[in-house]
């Protein structure tokens, strides 16, 4: 049999593809997006009697949301705790738009599959929020939170009118149950290990040197590698002007050679003088080992080599979100050992009598640690835990009625838990 004769027998055995056959395949995967987004729908029901915190963490909350998977449709309703859903149908006047035209991307996402937040936004995933006129304008994710994982940082010019915990996409995502697995993978909680650092001068003194820079000497230069930001992101997309925008972050250790975002190899000499100019401009240094970092600025793999130090201001800092974080995201940030901060009621409330006090502590604190109770400043209420002991509220009281110290081996004990996670040399 010659050449041109096996080939043409066997391709006659061969069963041609149709389209039916095309048509079948579709509708299959169709199925299947369905039955998963029908059990994400019934699985919120759930979510919301299950979790502990879900009256907390929706106080406040009020959306619509219509999902998109290719040809199907449904959506969710949250209103605070109350939970409705609909399936093969729009909803009327939704807050937001959420899904995609590709089918394997939903399988992917509706299946868990999708690895880490980064990894979503460079999807083709889409977000459509409701304009003041009423429209809406989707768009791929990564664009609508303006930054994407490893590049410069854009301009948001994005405006809204929303509530506190409805300002940032973000923030209104997280609440939705859906995006939570993906969100605790970012983040890891459990095994994130950061402080914020004080940079109040009524703490004194470690080493002959202010608490901060000792702290931050200490790891410099016992770095094998530094990593310098070209900017600081948070500052860059808020177009910050109160604060100096290229006083960008740092990351020390082995992992620094694996980073692959807007910044270069420096020197300690370099990370020496950020930090000095940085604590010098009342920035606050955050530090430790932080797993959604490692991934946005595409340092994978994460192994514990690798530190990241920021220089947080309160008005841009991404982690202002966290005072409206939920509940599941708020343990990887932890106050300093021994650091208290405490307020004297009575001269807090004379003060506000008086009109001394137009309570700016509430504007500084970005964990949501700060409460005014019957005209008193008050610092976790019930025992809660989201003061992180940076100290903004102490140097803004106008006052003096409140106050920070530091017990004298609290420094020697976060130094010692920083590095149990996390290793620069």
């Known amino acids: 049999m010659s050449k041109k004769e096996e080939i043409e027998s066997k391709s006659k055995k061969m069963p041609k593809k149709t389209e039916d056959d095309g048509g079948v395949a579709m509708q299959k995967k169709e199925a299947k997006v369905k039955e998963l987004f029908v059990k994400m729908l019934e699985d919120a029901a759930k979510y919301a009697v299950e979790y502990e915190f879900y009256a907390k963490d929706m106080e406040d909350y009020h959306e619509v949301v219509q999902w998109k998977f290719g040809p199907i449709r449904g959506y969710q309703i949250f209103d605070e705790t109350e939970y409705s859903y609909g399936i093969d149908e729009e909803v009327e006047d939704p807050t937001l738009v959420l899904g995609c035209k590709d089918l394997d991307l939903a399988y992917q996402f509706l299946n868990d599959e999708i690895e880490h937040w980064p990894a979503l936004l460079m999807t083709k995933f889409f977000a459509g929020i409701k304009r003041p006129d009423g429209t809406y304008k989707e768009k791929r994710i990564g664009k609508v939170t ?4 490893g590049y410069s940082p854009r301009l948001s010019t994005e405006k809204e009118n929303a509530p506190p915990k409805q300002k940032k996409l ?4 997280l609440r939705i149950p859906v995006f939570r697995p993906i969100m605790v993978r970012t983040t890891d909680p459990e095994n994130s290990n950061n402080v914020r650092i004080p940079i109040n001068e009524s703490l004194g003194t470690y080493e002959n040197q202010s608490i901060p820079l000792a702290v931050l000497e200490y790891f410099i230069n016992k770095a094998s590698d530094v990593y310098i930001f070209s900017m600081c992101p948070c500052r860059s997309m808020a177009n910050c002007e109160n604060y100096d925008q290229s006083l960008g972050c740092m990351a020390l250790g082995k992992g620094a050679l694996r980073m692959n975002t807007f910044g270069r190899i420096g020197t300690k000499e370099e990370a020496l003088e950020r930090s000095r100019r940085a604590v010098a401009a009342g920035l606050l240094p ?30 841009c800092c991404v982690e202002a979100g966290g005072k409206d974080s939920p509940e599941y995201l708020k343990g990887a940030a932890k106050k300093m050992e021994g650091v208290s901060v405490t307020v004297n009621k009575d001269i807090c409330s004379a003060a506000v009598k008086e009109g001394l006090c137009n309570k700016q502590c509430l504007d500084v604190c970005i964990y949501g640690g700060m409460e005014v109770i019957d005209g008193v400043a008050v610092i976790d209420r019930d025992g809660e835990e989201h003061c992180k002991g940076c100290g903004r509220c102490q140097r803004i009281c106008p006052t003096e009625a409140i106050s920070i110290t530091i017990e004298e081996d609290g420094v020697d004990r976060m130094i010692a838990r920083i590095e149990s996670s996390v290793d620069v040399s």
């Open 170 to 173: 973000s923030s209104r995502l």
């Open 286 to 315: 955050s530090l430790g080992r932080v797993k959604s970092d490692t991934i946005v600025y595409r340092a994978l793999p994460e192994q514990g080599d690798l530190m990241h130090i920021c220089f947080c201001c309160p008005c």
């Open 146 to 149: 303006s930054f994407t994982p």
